[in-house]
Nanobody
């Protein structure tokens, strides 16, 4: 296992959580890392990504302004800080490694990502 997610849980609407994705040396060297989520009965969707070299970030419109992706190179860990949580944020959250795009940017197309972790469940009541 090269990516391990943690930090999920049950939280009330309006609350906050911080997810962590601990990566192996190999996985952390990828061009970008992203957070994705999959709600029951729905397709997996991108949430946020961060480019390894530029630090550039990209967010899905549904979470922009509420979620923040960050990284700690010393710990080889990527975080997802989630504020103002809503019931529609309920899903299994996954991290994965992905490609680089022009200008040191990242993108959120699930087929372009690999090395999926086991996920961490977030439930907002």
């Amino acid at each position: 296992v090269q990516l391990v997610e943690s930090g999920g849980g049950l939280v009330q609407s309006g609350g906050s959580l911080r997810l962590s994705c601990a990566a192996s040396e190999y996985r952390y060297s990828a061009n970008s890392m992203g957070w994705f989520r999959q709600a029951s009965g729905k397709e997996r969707e991108g949430v946020a990504c961060i480019h390894r070299r530029s630090g550039g970030t990209y967010y899905a419109g549904s979470v922009k302004g509420r979620f923040t992706i960050s990284r700690d190179d010393a710990k080889k860990t990527v975080y997802l800080r989630m504020n103002s949580l809503k019931p529609e944020d309920t899903a299994m959250y996954y991290c994965a490694t992905g490609p680089s795009r022009a200008g040191g940017m990242c993108e959120l197309s699930p087929p372009d990502y690999s090395g999926w972790g086991q996920g961490t469940q977030v439930t907002v009541s």
